[in-house]
Antibody, heavy 118, light 112 residues
Framework: QLQLVQSGGGVVQPGRSLRLSCAAS????????MHWVRQAPGKGLEWVAV????????YYADSVKGRFTISRDNSKNTVDLQMNSLRVEDTAVYYC???????????WGRGTMVTVSP | DVVMTQTPLSSPVIIGQPASISCRSRQSLVHSDGNTYLNWLQQRPGQPPRLLIYRISNRVSGVPERFSGSGAGTDFTLKISRVEVEDVGVYYCMQATQFPWTFGQGTRVEIK
């Protein structure tokens, strides 16, 4: 069964850090790029970051560039999002997403809530 | 960034009637490889998004045939031929032609 299981998240004060993790199963993880997408409460979807299948390239949304770092461990089938200098506006559900064939975002984790509050 | 604009933002529909959602991009979504990477996603209440259609018109396995996608260049459409109760939710178009990948604002489909 194709699956992305997310962990991490929680409540944190502005300026602090948090790390999200996503464990993949049911497919050959090392063959796929991975994304993080977020959704603020009651709002739409915002793409956050991507990492190539082999980790060779990474791209970030301007809103998180310089603060967030995406990484992966193909030996453990995991992708992480290290979030530093968190802001109130980073409050959202964060989804781990597989980069499928034809640039389809075809598998989504269930999401993990990150709340940044004073 | 490629701005994606969906209309309408809300679509009250009678069960069994069709629904149509438009998605427009400010620039062409044709990639240098010749493909157009336009996805449609459905998000049911309380659920993560789910991919329905990729590359304009390719339905994901298991997605009902009543969902269809069409369009080219900058104008795209998602159609539901006969809306069912389970189709209630928010629908997003998303371009994957260039980074940052961007989403439309979402269209809420609800039962009238």
């Amino acid at each position: 069964q194709l699956q992305l299981v997310q962990s991490g998240g929680g409540v944190v004060q502005p300026g602090r850090s948090l790390r999200l993790s996503c464990a993949a199963s049911g497919f050959t993880f090392r063959n796929h790029g991975m994304h993080w997408v977020r959704q603020a409460p009651g709002k739409g979807l915002e793409w956050v970051a991507v990492i190539w299948y082999d980790g060779s390239e990474k791209y970030y949304a301007d809103s998180v560039k310089g603060r967030f770092t995406i990484s992966r461990d193909n030996s453990k089938n995991t992708v992480d999002l290290q979030m530093n200098s968190l802001r109130v506006e980073d409050t959202a559900v964060y989804y781990c997403v597989r980069w499928g064939p034809d640039r389809a975002v075809d598998i989504w984790g269930r999401g993990t809530m990150v709340t940044v509050s004073p | 960034d490629v701005v994606m604009t969906q209309t309408p933002l809300s679509s009250p529909v009678i069960i069994g009637q069709p629904a149509s959602i438009s998605c427009r991009s400010r620039q062409s979504l044709v990639h240098s490889d010749g493909n157009t990477y336009l996805n449609w996603l459905q998000q049911r209440p309380g659920q993560p998004p789910r991919l329905l259609i990729y590359r304009i018109s390719n339905r994901v396995s298991g997605v009902p045939e009543r969902f269809s996608g069409s369009g080219a260049g900058t104008d795209f459409t998602l159609k539901i031929s006969r809306v069912e109760v389970e189709d209630v939710g928010v629908y997003y178009c998303m371009q994957a032609t260039q980074f940052p990948w961007t989403f439309g604002q979402g269209t809420r489909v609800e039962i009238k």
